[in-house]
């Protein structure tokens, strides 16, 4: 049985299929695709059509065979949150989700799909559960569900991006510390605070790959497609074109070091028997030079790039083609998709 992690951007596509085995998952094959100039507006019929056009081609030009896809759902798109209730049996919190969840999302409930999931943290309070709600607009769900399978794909689940990412990054129920989880998308950076495997803390930074871009492109007057190639070339080492590209860069970074370590100092002032260990960057921006090197020197913790390799079974694919390795960090969200069928 095979199963394919689909991450829909606002600008591409990123798909990794795998094999679902007894001890591991394998993976079969992978692929990315970026639409220049074009931003996915869900709300836009026209638009929903070219992008499901877009990623029917990008299926059969990578050659992707299941059509069987789990899904993602944008951060801005759901609403994630984690609430403490008393201990109780499950029929009864059942009921309790079911009738009493209106007072932590902010729209009607008959308008939504709700699910939670049980955290069994060692978190403070122990007389209370920790219970994880995820809830997202029926009407938005469809619209995602109708670009899936006019690509030909059959959606078997869908998935905010803070869920899939955790999976495939944010440790496990042995985990001693918690971990801050980062993806530089294209026009958000979304900030997951995960603990032995659960989404404890959701942020969504409106700045990402498209506002490094812009903002270089004006500082340096370059056109949009040169200021991408000197982000992705120079980045944020000092060293290169005189040190142009890190002036213009390093202020936007700065603004999104300050809020990580907001979030930092929120879950620990509120759980401070739980110490963050670990900082993870994910994302196609990750991979922009200088960019660990920045971070590392503006935390305390250890600061790594994704990789969501380490989940999957890798004998089945040539592991030397296509950078396949230093691309990594494109992939935590469509792996951690494709882990949810194990």
Do not use: C
């Not at 829909?8 to 990315?32: D, Q, R």
């Not at 081609?57 to 896809?69: Q, R, V």
């Not at 309790?96 to 999931?117: D, M, N, R």
């Not at 913790?301 to 999957?312: D, F, I, M």
């Amino acid at each position: 049985m095979s199963a394919l992690g689909l991450h829909l951007k606002t600008n591409g596509f990123s798909a990794v299929e795998v094999e679902k085995k007894k001890s591991k998952n394998s993976l079969l094959n992978w692929g990315s695709h970026e639409m220049p100039n074009f931003t996915l507006d869900i709300e836009n019929e026209e638009n929903r059509t070219h992008y499901s056009r877009e990623l029917k081609k990008f299926l059969f030009d990578f050659n992707f065979e299941s059509t069987d896809a789990i899904v993602s759902l944008p951060q801005d798109q759901v609403f994630v949150r984690t609430i403490k209730v008393p201990h109780m049996s499950k029929k009864d919190l059942d009921n309790f989700i079911k009738y009493e969840s209106e007072q932590y999302i902010p729209l009607p409930l008959e308008e939504v799909t709700l699910g939670y999931a049980v955290m069994n943290l060692d978190l403070e309070d122990q007389d209370k559960t920790s219970v994880l709600l995820v809830a997202a607009k029926k009407t938005v769900s469809q619209k995602y569900i109708q670009i899936v399978k006019e690509a030909g794909l059959t959606p078997r689940a869908l998935e905010p991006e803070s869920l899939s990412m955790t999976r495939a990054l944010g440790g496990d129920m042995h985990a001693t510390g918690a971990e801050l989880v980062i993806e530089i998308g294209p026009k958000e950076t979304l900030i997951v605070l995960a603990y032995k495997g659960f989404v404890i803390l959701t942020r969504t930074i409106p700045l990402g790959d498209l506002t490094l871009t812009k903002s270089l492109a004006q500082k340096m007057d370059l056109d949009m497609t040169r200021a991408k190639e000197y982000k992705n070339s120079y980045g944020l080492d000092k060293s290169k074109v005189e040190g142009k590209v890190y002036e213009a860069l390093h202020p936007l970074f700065d603004r999104l070091i300050s809020e990580i370590k907001k979030s930092k100092v929120f879950f620990t002032t509120h759980n401070p028997n739980v110490r963050i260990n670990k900082i993870v960057v994910s994302g196609e921006t990750a991979l922009m030079p200088g960019l660990l090197l920045y971070m590392v020197n503006n935390f305390d913790v250890e600061v790594e790039l994704a990789n969501p390799w380490t989940n999957l079974n890798l004998d089945s694919v040539d592991t030397s083609k296509d950078d396949f390795h230093r691309k990594g960090p494109i992939y935590a969200v469509p792996v951690g998709l494709a882990m949810k069928v194990s």
